[in-house]
């Protein structure tokens, strides 16, 4: 570690820091233009020149080295006439024809004649976004920015991360929210209210208003960089149509009521069903956008106040089978590693997951990483960004995921790339799983999946020899028949290979929304309690903590409770935060079930679907914005929230109403908690593994991540790296290839898939209400330039997909994104509500949505 004086300030700084680290780390202001910590310096504009002692001419500061011993000089008149010298040569070149505005953009206003030519926007946009979207044109003094467009930033290929205005020093790209509403009066730093990936953002408020949305330069996760979701997604805050008011229906009608008489409502009515019926007849269906804190006294109540395990969160629907699998082979369902680990692995297999639309800061950094030269696999029947990447891309029929994953493992053990180290010492089961892999050779999974044999063989070798090879994957793995099959293909891999416990090693799955890992693992889930230990081992400790017995009767998931509800036997929910009528699949099925309850409870921002269709009585609740807690992101990592706005008038925090409703059923001694810190003070005390992660010191940015059982303990990043939380071994499970229950015909020969996309999360209740909504409004349906022939609809034909469940009719989008034979949508317009045509099929082992797969036929409306 280099020590050296800075203007007669000793300073010690880390190996490979520059003069410009060192004059910081001394507390000395160095003027720059073009520096920028995300990027690689270059010493461009020059105006960081400093002395060193011995050097005959001043060098620029942020790409000298700091060295040992350096005697360093930051102001004296020399420099100061250099560096008034340099100012006077920033600026871009004149342009003749225009002034330089650019307004093309929904959320990005441009104006050139504010450009020094530091090229931030440029470097940020290959360097951290990998974009590419600036560019440089001209020579020498006649340089200059333009983006890859002629027509300007709208129609280029920006994918408004928002990270050219970030690093702008001048104010030449600017937020057009700012410019609308004003800069910001006060910052608040917060956790993203939108995808797993958990980025810490500053909020900047005027007038009580979010008026601009940053990244946090310090956050290990992001690092400085956002997407658009995050960066551009809050207006919804604000809307104009946010409940303000409990509403009850009465003759088939919502009207207005005060907060007493809801709350009276509400418990009246469990009291009710629960005095009919009993403990089995009621469940409560927890968000994953909400807080840990609200999450663990969601499940609290269910448990302590109305008696029942009925509990569950919207993982059901996403990645209840990675908890499941990943819980099985090593014992912890979650994560093995971290996103750091995306820049230490050799060979980065993406699994049914599009990151760089669903987690786009991970994306990026996927990506950002795959230029760098790590190898890429990506297996998954649509041609995503990284796909278009990859150096191996496989595409399967939606559906033969399991096939392709046990042929991959069968080509490791063929060609003897076994890590027979690493599986004599921690892996058993080895013999059996041969036995069992050795039937799917690629040609036999190759006429079922439809991939070419040498590819999975060119995959198997990438994963198995360039180490270490990490994986992450997502829905397209888990919202299928064999959803909990295919991640445990996955960790098949990774014990085969020795690609689990290493640093740049592991098996990922992507989180979906902001809190699904949390919501879940606070025990919003019936046959868990928080900390995901099962009830039977953990109810003791919880009984003397809450002062009241867990229930005994066995719980029901989310779609059990449906079931159940159509059947008669479930007569009172409450849904908190989760659009079911929207997102469900068989929305038919999902609205007759919900259409025979006593009581349907939903709290939410807004009248989502559900509340406006179905509920019986609806609560206005707070947004993340408007609430203190914690979040915990897809890497097991807790971070804070902290409200940056008050919530509008009438609106409460789901903690605030779930400890309304348990006073007025006499519980209220049990949810006495005084604020968000209170109540994860008691989360600690019944997680074992959580107890060090106190708030104290989760202010630090990047919080914890857990394990992490003292207040002395660090957070563990990489799990598993002597022994397993099973044992000191893990063990092979061979996954059978089932039959589809959901099988295309004659009549219904295409498959359709669906998701979501870069500008529309899950139901869009958020970005449908911000400015994110300008760029893209409606669901598409992808389909195949071959198939677009062949059924004669071109790009924006009204199409109408029709499955053995229900129709639904939307503009296609052709695209060789899709190949022939599938289609694809998201799932958020309300209008073509495509879950009425998604298949009812469920993953076997925990009943999550095959939402991948429903055959379906299309005709032009
Ligand atoms: Fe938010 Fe995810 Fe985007 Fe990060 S990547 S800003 S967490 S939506």
Not at 340 to 360: F, M, S, Y
């Amino acid at each position: 570690m280099p020590r050296l004086t800075v203007d007669g300030i000793d300073v010690t700084v880390p190996d490979g820091a520059s003069l410009l680290d060192a004059a910081r780390a001394a507390g000395v202001d160095v003027p720059t233009a073009c520096h920028d910590p995300r990027l690689t310096p270059t010493g461009a504009c020059r105006l960081c020149v400093v002395s060193v002692a011995g050097s005959p001419t001043p060098v620029a500061s942020c790409t000298t080295p700091a060295r040992d011993g350096a005697v360093v000089t930051t102001s004296s008149p020399e420099l100061e006439s250099l560096r008034s010298t340099l100012r006077s040569m920033l600026g871009q070149p004149p342009r003749t024809g225009d002034d330089g505005i650019d307004d093309s953009h929904p959320l990005i206003h441009v104006d050139l004649s504010r450009c020094i030519s530091c090229w931030r926007c440029v470097r940020i946009c290959e360097e951290v976004q990998g974009q590419l979207v600036w560019r440089l044109t001209g020579r020498g003094a006649d340089t200059r920015i333009v983006t890859d467009s002629p027509d300007g930033l709208g129609t280029s290929s920006c994918v408004s991360c928002g990270a050219c205005v970030d690093t702008c020093p001048t104010g030449a790209l600017q937020d057009r929210s700012v410019l609308d509403r004003g800069e910001p009066e006060a910052w608040t730093r917060t956790t993203c209210p939108y995808c797993g990936v958990g980025c810490e953002l500053l909020v900047g408020v005027r007038e009580g208003e979010i008026v601009q949305v940053r990244p946090a330069l310090d956050a290990p996760v992001n690092r400085g960089h956002a997407c658009v979701k995050g960066r551009y997604g809050f207006e919804f805050t604000h809307a104009a149509d946010r409940l303000t008011a409990p509403l009850v229906r009465e003759d088939g009608a919502l009207r207005e009521v005060t907060w007493d008489d809801a709350i009276e409502r509400v418990a009246a009515g469990f009291r009710a069903v629960l005095d009919e019926h009993g403990p089995g007849s009621v469940a409560v269906l927890a968000s994953a956008r909400a807080t840990n804190e609200d999450s663990y006294l969601t499940q609290k109540l269910a448990r302590v106040v109305l008696g029942t395990n009925n509990v569950d969160s919207c993982a059901r629907v996403c990645h209840a089978p990675s908890a499941a699998a990943l819980g099985a082979v090593f014992g912890t369902g979650a994560a093995t590693s971290s996103f750091d680990d995306v820049e230490r692995a050799a060979t980065i297999l993406v699994c049914g997951a599009n990151p760089t639309e669903n987690h786009p800061v991970v994306g990026a950094r996927i990506k950002q990483a795959a230029m760098r030269g790590a190898n890429l696999v990506v297996i998954d029947p649509r041609r995503t960004e990284l796909a278009a990447l990859a150096d191996v891309h496989l595409r399967p029929r939606p559906g033969t995921n399991i096939a392709l994953l046990d042929a991959i493992a069968h080509v490791v053990i063929e060609e003897g790339l076994v890590d027979e180290a690493f599986v004599g010492e921690r892996v058993d089961g080895y013999e059996a799983f041969r036995a069992d892999v050795a039937d799917w050779s690629p040609e036999r999974a190759a006429a079922v999946c439809g991939v070419d044999p040498e590819l999975i063989r060119a995959a198997a070798r990438l994963v198995a020899t360039a180490r270490p090879a990490i994986s992450f994957h997502g829905l397209g793995v888990t919202e299928h028949e064999q959803g909990t099959d295919g991640v445990v293909a996955l960790a098949n891999l990774a014990l085969l290979t020795g690609n689990v416990g290493r640093p740049g090693s592991g098996v990922n799955p992507l989180r979906g929304q902001n809190n699904v890992q949390g919501s879940a693992h606070m025990g919003c889930e019936p046959s868990k309690l928080t900390g995901y230990q099962p009830i039977e081992a953990a109810k003791e400790r919880f009984a003397a903590v809450w002062g009241a017995p867990v229930p005994e009767l066995p719980g029901r998931d989310a779609m059990q409770v449906l079931d159940d509800a159509a059947a008669g036997r479930l007569r009172a929910l409450w849904v908190i935060g989760w659009d079911l009528a929207l997102t469900q699949p068989d929305a038919k099925a999902t609205a007759q079930a919900l259409e025979g309850l006593d009581l349907l409870v939903v709290s939410d921002l807004f009248l989502n679907e559900t509340a406006r269709r179905h509920a019986t009585i609806v609560l206005p609740a707070a947004s993340a914005f408007e609430k203190d807690g914690t979040f915990m992101n897809g890497e097991r990592r807790v971070q804070r929230v902290r409200a940056a706005v008050a919530p509008p008038a009438g609106a409460r925090t789901d903690s605030a109403i779930l400890a309304a409703i348990a006073a007025r059923m006499g519980h209220g001694h049990q949810f006495s908690h005084r604020d968000a810190s209170e109540v994860w003070d008691e989360i600690r005390q019944v997680w074992p593994a959580g107890a060090g992660m106190s708030y104290e010191r989760l202010e630090a940015p990047g919080g914890l991540q857990w394990p992490c059982p003292d207040l002395d303990h660090p957070g563990t990043a990489l799990l598993h790296t002597t022994t397993f939380t099973v044992g000191p071994r893990a063990t092979l499970r061979m996954p059978e290839v089932r039959p589809l229950q959901e099988e295309t015909t004659a009549e219904l020969p295409f498959v359709l898939v669906t998701g979501r996309d870069l500008y529309k999360f899950n139901a869009g209740t958020m970005t449908g209400r911000s400015g994110t909504a300008v760029l893209l409004d409606t669901d598409l349906l992808e389909l195949s330039p071959t198939d677009s022939r062949a059924l004669g609809i071109g790009s924006g034909d009204q199409v109408v997909v029709t499955s053995r469940y229900g129709e639904a009719t939307l503009a296609a989008e052709v695209t060789d994104r899709v190949p022939p034979g599938v289609v694809f949508s998201t799932f958020t317009d309300p209008v073509v509500n495509i879950n009425d045509v998604t298949t009812p099929h469920r993953d076997a082992t925990t009943n999550t949505p095959a939402y991948k797969v429903t055959a379906v036929s299309l005709h032009r409306a």
